[in-house]
């Protein structure tokens, strides 16, 4: 394309400080396999090398006659490559490639050709930190999704509106309903209407990264009720995040526990009056037993 005999990209390791080919085009017959382009030792003088130490372009305009292409001058000859440019390639500053491109004129990449390449170079560079940029997201996104789904507490999100935008595992297994039935739902459709009545949702009052704590009475998709506690949050998107946890048998073992309580108060007061009346009927029967004795 556009006169040009082999284009090639190669893979730059920092550690190594060595060139691996991973595409390539055009006429190659082996020889990007065995250009082992490197930034130390002699082959460190070539084209590739240099290009990657200084982190500019390095053009070679003869290769019959540029002692940089002494290693594989005969090589590139046999071929019918005569002159050459090496542009280095940078994500977030740092190279990682580069990219070879041989023309069968001498002396072609000048003036035009050159300022094209540079910015095809930038122009690739700013891809590949997309895609890099990319990458990290889905990475991140992947391992929120993980942790999201892995979780023992509900966890949902829903939108300003209090519509339902995604709950993990634990959420559905919570309330019965699956992900796709919850999202045709408000949070106001889960929440009974008694405690409703007592406790009327107030979105609008959840601030950005302040948590609000709250039980509520929730109705499972059988008609059963289960009692929550959800600390809730606004996402920078103006989302709400929620993370709510069953406090049902917590609340019926303190409901008992409170009973017992109770119980256990009343006894404590009906042994102290069976004592004090214990007190003066003693008195009184050992009374009565004297009397029976005169």
């Known amino acids: 394309v556009g006169g040009l005999k082999l284009a090639w990209l190669g893979s730059f390791d920092e550690e190594s400080g060595r060139v691996t080919p991973v ?156 992900r796709e039935e919850l999202c045709r739902l408000k949070l106001t459709d889960l929440i009974t209407p008694e405690d409703q009545a007592r406790a009327p949702l107030h979105l609008e009052r959840i601030e950005l990264a302040r948590r609000t704590h709250a039980e509520r009475v929730l109705r499972r998709k059988d008609g059963s009720v289960v009692q929550v506690e959800i600390a809730a949050s606004r996402l920078p998107n103006g989302h709400v995040l929620g993370i709510a946890r069953d406090v049902t048998e917590r609340n019926q073992l303190q409901a008992r526990l409170v009973t017992a309580d109770r119980l256990s108060a009343v006894g404590t007061l009906a042994a102290g009056v069976a004592h004090e009346i214990n007190n003066p009927l003693a008195y009184v029967l050992l009374n009565l037993s004297l009397i029976a004795q005169h």
């Open 23 to 178: 595409a390539r085009a055009g006429l190659d017959e082996g020889y990007v396999d065995a250009v082992n382009a490197t930034v130390e030792g002699p082959r460190a003088a070539g084209p590739t090398g240099r290009a990657l130490v200084s982190g500019e372009a390095s053009y070679v305009d003869d290769i019959a006659t540029d002692e940089r292409m002494a290693p594989w001058r005969e090589r590139a000859l046999a071929r019918g490559y005569a002159s050459s440019a090496t542009l280095p390639l940078r994500v977030g500053g740092r190279l990682v490639a580069v990219l070879n491109i041989y023309s069968p004129q001498r002396a072609f990449f000048r003036g035009g050709e050159r300022r094209l390449l540079e910015e095809l170079a930038e122009d690739i560079c700013f891809t590949l930190e997309r895609l890099d940029a990319q990458a990290r997201l889905a990475r991140a996104e992947q391992a929120y999704r993980s942790l999201f789904e892995q979780a023992g507490d509900s966890i949902f999100i829903a939108d300003a509106h209090g519509q339902y935008l995604d709950v993990n595992a634990a959420g559905e297994t919570l309330v019965g309903y699956s």
